[in-house]
Each structure stands twice: as structure tokens, then as C-alpha cells.
T-cell receptor, first 112, second 116 residues
Framework: GNSVTQMEGPVTLSEEAFLTINCTYT??????LFWYVQYPGEGLQLLLK?????DKGSNKGFEATYRKETTSFHLEKGSVQVSDSAVYFC???????????FGRGTSLIVHP | EAQVTQNPRYLITVTGKKLTVTCSQN?????MSWYRQDPGLGLRQIYY???????DKGDVPEGYKVSRKEKRNFPLILESPSPNQTSLYFC???????????????FGPGTRLTVT
């Protein structure tokens, strides 16, 4: 079956530091990959996505590249802000299915 | 505005008292689902629905019921709540019509339930 593995948190950084949150996956077929973000007190919202190998998703200064050879979709940001403090979920979906598979989430805490 | 709404946002109840959490989406999505989120356990799917009158169990369905009589609504029913159902609940939708052409999920704001 499908699975998503994320690095455990919390990840604690100072403002303007470089961020990487690792995500690897196991899937049958060729999945679409997603990063969702959950700000405190809110539901999850889509941050970025990539639907085929070597695609790069980007949004709000965050980037992730779909690496089929390493089955990875690591989230990166060059300079984090306090407002980026949230929980980040990696997810995948295969074929024509609506049903996603989520990782457990990684909490990011950014200090001024 | 395209959105998923849930009500109530906060609920405190007692063991055994039946409750319903409503979920509604205005994006004409086929797929809707319910998750619970607990510390250290991530998101766990309770039930999902592929379309009207089509529902199926997720990973943790025990103690919950759902119905899908209309495309836009997907209520979560706890017939006899117990303290281990204290959690944060999210409704989500996805589809190929309206918004969401690549099946990304749209989440509601969450319902924090406490069962004493």
C-alpha cells in the first residue's frame, strides 16, 4: 500500500534560517505529491503540489521537487519567518483515486 | 467564496449523549471525508464518501456514523460518545468539478470535541 514518512518534529529555527523538512514515500503507480500546512487553530490548506517526476511545486517562498529516483518530496524555504510556524503535512494520491495518504506532520517553530 | 464549513467549532458534551457535527461544501465536490487529529498520531481517516449515498469506512470508524444524502453535506454522528473520542475533527472535500482539478483536499476549520 501507499505510505508517507516525514521527519519527526518539532523543527525549531531562528528567523531567516534555511528550512528543510524531509518527506519520502512508497506508492503503487505514479503518485501526485502535496504539501499541506496547518496554522494554529486552523484546518489544513494546500501549500504546493507536483503531479509528475521532476516537477517543482512552489508557493509563498516554499519549494519541493518530485524526485522519483529517491521517492522524495522534501520541502525547502530559503529564509523562514515567524509567521511560517505551523504543522506541515506531506501527502500523496495515486491514479484516479480521491483518497489521499498523509504523513504524520512536522511541527515547525520559528523564533524571532 | 469556495469553502468547507463545519459546525460547531467547539463542543463539550457528556458520555452517551448523541451528537452531530455538520459539514458542508460549496464546490460541488464528489468526495468528502472525516478525519480526527490527535497529538502524535497525525490525521486518521474516520469515514469517506465518493458520492451521494456512497460511504465507506476509513482507518478508525468505530463509534462513528455518517450519511451522504446530498452532495454538499456530510454529517458526522456520534451515537454514544465516549471520552476516547475527545479529539480535533476535520471535514475535507475533493473533486474534479469546480475547484480542485488535481484532487487536492479542501479542509474545514475543525471541530474541537471534548467528551467528559
Amino acid at each position: 500500500g501507499n505510505s508517507v514518512t516525514q521527519m519527526e518534529g518539532p523543527v525549531t529555527l531562528s528567523e531567516e534560517a534555511f528550512l528543510t523538512i524531509n518527506c519520502t514515500y512508497t506508492a503503487t503507480g505514479y503518485p501526485s505529491l502535496f504539501w499541506y500546512v496547518q496554522y494554529p487553530g486552523e484546518g489544513l490548506q494546500l501549500l504546493l503540489k507536483a503531479t509528475k517526476a521532476d516537477d517543482k511545486g512552489s508557493n509563498k517562498g516554499f519549494e519541493a521537487t518530485y524526485r522519483k529516483e529517491t521517492t522524495s518530496f522534501h520541502l525547502e524555504k530559503g529564509s523562514v519567518q515567524v509567521s511560517d510556524s505551523a504543522v506541515y503535512f506531506c501527502a500523496l494520491r495515486t491514479g484516479g483515486s480521491y483518497i489521499p495518504t498523509f504523513g504524520r506532520g512536522t511541527s515547525l517553530i520559528v523564533h524571532p | 467564496e469556495a469553502q468547507v464549513t463545519q459546525n460547531p467549532r467547539y463542543l463539550i458534551t457528556v458520555t452517551g449523549k448523541k451528537l452531530t457535527v455538520t459539514c458542508s461544501q460549496n464546490m460541488n465536490h464528489e468526495y468528502m471525508s472525516w478525519y480526527r487529529q490527535d497529538p502524535g498520531l497525525g490525521l486518521r481517516q474516520i469515514y469517506y464518501s465518493m458520492n451521494v449515498e456512497v460511504t465507506d469506512k476509513g482507518d478508525v470508524p468505530e463509534g462513528y456514523k455518517v450519511s451522504r444524502k446530498e452532495k454538499r453535506n456530510f454529517p458526522l454522528i456520534l451515537e454514544s460518545p465516549s471520552p476516547n473520542q475527545t479529539s480535533l475533527y476535520f471535514c475535507a472535500s475533493s473533486g474534479t468539478s469546480g475547484r480542485g482539478s488535481s484532487y487536492e483536499q479542501y479542509f474545514g476549520p475543525g471541530t474541537r470535541l471534548t467528551v467528559t
